[in-house]
Nanobody, 120 residues
Framework: HVQLVESGGGSVQAGGSLRLSCAASGSTYSTNFMGWFRQAAGKEREGVAAFYSRPGSTYYADSVKGRFTISKDNTKNTLHLQMNTVKPEDTATYYC??????????????WGQGTQVTVS
């Protein structure tokens, strides 16, 4: 059984930085593909960034390219999202998702509980 636990959310001023983490317990094979997603009030969940351990690929939404960096510590099976130069429109609840293979947002098998990010 896989559990995902996010941490690192909080309040930050525009232009600042924040680092989110997602610790995955259980099979690392089951979380070969992991991603960060966010959902703002009244909006649908959207993909922010994703990391595919094999073959070691990263993906970013256009809105965060150049500002956010996704990485994974395979020794700890922990996914990170470094958020720089944040903007008020980055305000949302951020979720970590995990799946055995590349998939669309709605097909992720595992989800964390979410962590709130507020940019003022």
């Amino acid at each position: 059984h896989v559990q995902l636990v996010e941490s690192g959310g909080g309040s930050v001023q525009a232009g600042g930085s924040l680092r989110l983490s997602c610790a995955a317990s259980g099979s690392t094979y089951s979380t070969n593909f992991m991603g960060w997603f966010r959902q703002a009030a009244g909006k649908e969940r959207e993909g922010v960034a994703a990391f595919y351990s094999r073959p070691g690929s990263t993906y970013y939404a256009d809105s965060v390219k150049g500002r956010f960096t996704i990485s994974k510590d395979n020794t700890k099976n922990t996914l990170h999202l470094q958020m720089n130069t944040v903007k008020p429109e980055d305000t949302a609840t951020y979720y970590c998702g995990g799946n055995i293979r590349f998939c669309e947002v709605g097909d992720f098998q595992y989800w964390g509980q979410g962590t709130q990010v507020t940019v003022s």
